[in-house]
């Protein structure tokens, strides 16, 4: 069946501009997480939805990055005012009942 | 706090059997899980363990868990080139089940 998909695969973007990260998760994933993956920091937890509940957002790194989900389903991440340490590859995964955890192949984001 | 600690490198030759360590922090873990990375790829699921039980075979891959030492490890019998990625080891810790990673550990397959 369909995984999760992540838009756009690529993004190059100057700093200081605001860049939108799409997740479709598994139809019937309720749990949906969104992680960053650079050389540095290796893979960091951002944010993380559950149904209709508030998201758990402790993980953001600033006040710069904030995250929605429409309809229990779709899962859009903004970062404003980009900065070069932005840079890193944003992963989107969902959860079944099973505590099986799918992830999207990810988005990588350049800023120059 | 809560940590997952692997070794960077392993080598071995095609044919033999890989063995792929990793140490965690949070005792009260749940699920344990071992990710697949190959170049310029996402993480594919290759398996997991639940806390409760102590090994879980699946065709060539083997995870032994060793709760007491916090102690995972992921055994790739008859290794091939084509398991040459980078294995990443994750804790399902935190306070809402994200996951916590190691770092990784890349694996070269020599013929």
């Known amino acids: 069946g369909a995984g999760v998909s992540q838009s756009p695969s690529n993004k190059v973007t100057e700093k200081g501009k605001d860049v939108e990260l799409r997740c479709d998760p598994i139809?019937?994933?309720?749990?949906l997480y969104w992680y960053r993956q650079s050389l540095g920091q290796g893979l960091e937890f951002l944010i993380y939805?559950?149904?209709?509940?508030?998201?758990?957002k402790s993980g953001l790194p600033s006040d710069r990055f904030s995250a929605e989900r429409t309809g229990g389903s779709v899962s859009t991440l903004t970062i404003q005012r980009t900065q070069q340490e932005d840079s890193a590859v944003y992963l989107c995964?969902?959860?079944?009942?099973?505590?099986?955890?799918?992830f999207g192949p990810g988005t990588r984001l350049t800023v120059t | 706090g809560e940590d997952v600690e692997q070794s960077l490198f392993l080598s071995v030759r095609e044919g033999d059997s890989s063995v792929i360590n990793c140490t965690y922090t949070?005792?009260?873990?749940?699920?344990l899980y071992w990710y697949k990375q190959e170049p310029g790829a996402g993480l594919q699921l290759l398996t997991y363990?639940?806390?409760?039980?102590d090994m879980k075979q699946d065709q060539r891959l083997t995870v032994l868990l060793n709760k007491k030492d916090k102690h995972l490890s992921l055994r790739i019998a008859d290794t091939q080139t084509g398991d040459s990625a980078i294995y990443f080891c994750?804790?399902?810790?935190?306070?809402?089940?994200?996951?916590?990673f190691g770092k990784g550990t890349k694996l070269s397959v020599k013929p």
């Open positions: 995964a969902s959860t079944n009942n099973f505590g099986e955890q799918y």
């Open positions: 139809s019937g994933h309720t749990a």
């Open positions: 939805f559950q149904g209709n509940s508030a998201p758990d």
């Open positions: 949070d005792s009260s873990s749940t699920y």
């Open positions: 363990i639940f806390s409760n039980m």
């Open positions: 994750a804790e399902r810790g935190g306070s809402q089940g994200n996951l916590i």
